[in-house]
């Protein structure tokens, strides 16, 4: 069992950035690929970015690769998404996941966060 809790979510202005943490519980977070989802109002769910274990790979959609980083420290138990060159799009709750393998399918993942907000003002 592994809980997730996101914060760093807020109000940033366009062109501003931001950088997302997700702490998770438990003595099993190294085994886990890790991944960012958000979900604007009206919007289905989206993939944002996946790391594996050992941060030896990373995955990002296409609408945030160049201005998202994600990262993990497996000693501290928590991921990050840095986040830069916000716009009005990246308007979402922005939730963490884990799970077997970093894809950029949500069913992939067994355990989600409660979200956080990230609002972007033009």
């Known amino acids: 069992q592994v809980q997730l809790v996101e914060s760093g979510g807020g109000l940033v202005q366009a062109g501003g950035s931001l950088r997302l943490s997700c702490a998770a519980s438990?003595?099993?977070?190294?085994?886990?690929?890790m991944g960012w989802f958000r979900q604007a109002p009206g919007k289905e769910r989206e993939f944002v970015a996946g790391i594996s274990q050992s941060s030896v790979r990373t995955y990002y959609a296409d609408s945030v690769k160049g201005r998202f980083t994600i990262s993990r420290d497996n000693a501290k138990n928590t991921v990050y998404l840095r986040m830069n060159s916000l716009n009005a799009e990246d308007t979402a709750v922005y939730y963490c996941a884990a799970g077997a393998a970093a894809g950029g399918v949500s069913s992939g993942y067994d355990y989600w966060g409660q979200g956080t907000q990230v609002t972007v003002s033009s």
């Open positions: 438990g003595r099993t977070f190294r085994s886990y690929a």
